[in-house]
């Protein structure tokens, strides 16, 4: 995997460098938010980590940046800030996870994983559904589904474990990015648009008790 770090304390770059490599990973490092934008720019990066607070710019104008010029890649952005409303402001720039310093080696390796993971297996098929991640595209025997990011994000979770419940936790992490349950019913009610804009196919969403949803790989239109 290439790793595309862009960090200005030189001691927590070294050492992220140092761990990525470890990990058999191919890193480069970019201490100033420009060098980092014109790296991502240029492309053959698989995951972007990228520190909130940088001496040239913030990781929010950054991302913003690299999102409107096309770049698709999945971004880690790491801070020190932690409140709710910074977490939100993350996300919405177009980060895909969002990790708080100080943070332990095993989790920012593991959320790496997971974005490369999600990256590579952009293209989903269940039966006559078809999910193109990269795209953004979801078509049902062959015609277009129109779905906001959130309801194709769903849908996308519960095709990559087509047959087996995913847990609402699962679901609020994989497609908020959320360790913790805001207390609302925001899955439920994405889920419930998804199902209304699948029309005859909404059937084919099961909710398992006490298991979260499933997404039936049998069902026939």
């Not at 001691?11 to 460098?17: I, N, T, Y």
């Not at 402001?89 to 100080?102: I, N, Q």
């Amino acid at each position: 995997m290439k790793v595309l770090i862009v960090e200005d304390d030189p001691r927590l770059g070294a050492s992220l460098v140092r761990v990525m490599r470890g990990e058999n990973h191919a890193v480069e490092l970019c201490p100033t938010g420009a060098a980092g934008a014109e790296r991502a720019r240029a492309g053959g990066v698989d995951v972007i980590v990228l520190d909130w607070m940088l001496p040239d710019t913030d990781g929010l104008a950054l991302c913003e940046g690299l999102r409107k010029a096309g770049c698709s890649t999945p971004i880690l952005m790491l801070t020190v800030k932690s409140d709710v409303s910074d977490r939100v402001a993350g996300l919405r720039s177009g980060a895909d996870d969002y990790l708080c310093k100080p943070f332990e080696v095993e989790e920012l390796l593991a959320r790496i994983d997971a974005l490369a993971r999600r990256s590579l297996q952009k293209v989903l098929s269940v039966g006559e559904l078809m999910i193109d991640r990269g795209k953004g595209r979801v078509t049902l025997r062959g015609a277009k589904v129109d779905l906001t990011t959130r309801e194709g994000g769903l849908l996308a979770c519960l095709a990559a474990r087509a047959g087996e419940p995913v847990s609402r936790a699962e679901l609020l992490a994989e497609v908020w990015s959320l360790s913790f349950d805001p207390g609302t019913t925001v899955v439920e009610v994405h889920m419930c648009r998804l199902r209304e804009k699948l029309g005859a196919y909404a059937s084919a969403i099961e909710t398992v008790r006490g298991r979260g949803y499933r997404l039936n790989t049998d069902f026939k239109l």
